[in-house]
Structures are given as structure tokens and as C-alpha cells.
Nanobody, 120 residues
């Protein structure tokens, strides 16, 4: 079994910064892709950023130039550095990863989410 645990959310003023972390634990052979999604009240869940094992990154247009996704493969940990935060960034942020376990089966796992609130 694999677990993902996010941390680092909180309340911040507009223009501020937060850094989210996502620690993967359990029967992990490798992490292929790690992504961050967010869901604001009354809105659909949207992809914020994604990073592959090789380090290729993808960002939603709304966060380009402000957010940076990274990972430490040795620690099975992913990060989302969020700068110049705006009230519209307020949402629950979820970490997800495509994890290959020791039996060479790859599955998609999700964390429980962490709340980010940006005040104006």
C-alpha cells in the first residue's frame, strides 16, 4: 500500500508565498509522475502542475511564472512552491502520484488534500 501526505497549506495574504510538500510512503519502487491538483468551492478539480520522473514540468496557465513544482526522488517527496499568491488560488490542493510498487504494478494514488486560503 502507498500513502501520500500533503502539508504546508494555510492562510496567507495576497502576494505571499507558501510551499506545499507531498511525502509518499509505503511499498514504492518508483514514482513516475507527481501532480498537484486543486479544487475551489463550487468548482471542478483542476490540474495545477505536473512533474515527470525525468523532471519535465507542466503548469496550468493560471499559475505559470508563480508556481514551481519540484521533487526529491531520493526522499519520495514532491513540492509546490507558490509565490505571488492571489485570492483565486484559494482551494484544497491535492497531491497525486503514479507509483510503481515492488510488484511492478503502477497505480494512481491521492493525498487527503491541504487547504490553501489567500486573503485579499
Amino acid at each position: 500500500q502507498v500513502q501520500l501526505v500533503e502539508s504546508g497549506g494555510g492562510l496567507v495574504q495576497a502576494g505571499g508565498s507558501l510551499k506545499l510538500s507531498c511525502v509518499a510512503s509505503g511499498n514504492i519502487f518508483s514514482i513516475d509522475t507527481m501532480s498537484w491538483y486543486r479544487q475551489a468551492p463550487g468548482k471542478r478539480r483542476e490540474l495545477v502542475a505536473q512533474i515527470t520522473y525525468a523532471g519535465a514540468t507542466t503548469y496550468a496557465d493560471s499559475v505559470k511564472g508563480r508556481f514551481t513544482i519540484s521533487e526529491d526522488n531520493a526522499k519520495n517527496t514532491g513540492y509546490l512552491q507558490m509565490n505571488s499568491l492571489k485570492p483565486e488560488d484559494t482551494a484544497v490542493y491535492y497531491c497525486t502520484a503514479d507509483v510503481q510498487t515492488s510488484d511492478y504494478v503502477t497505480s494512481d494514488y491521492w493525498g487527503q488534500g491541504t487547504q490553501v486560503t489567500v486573503s485579499s
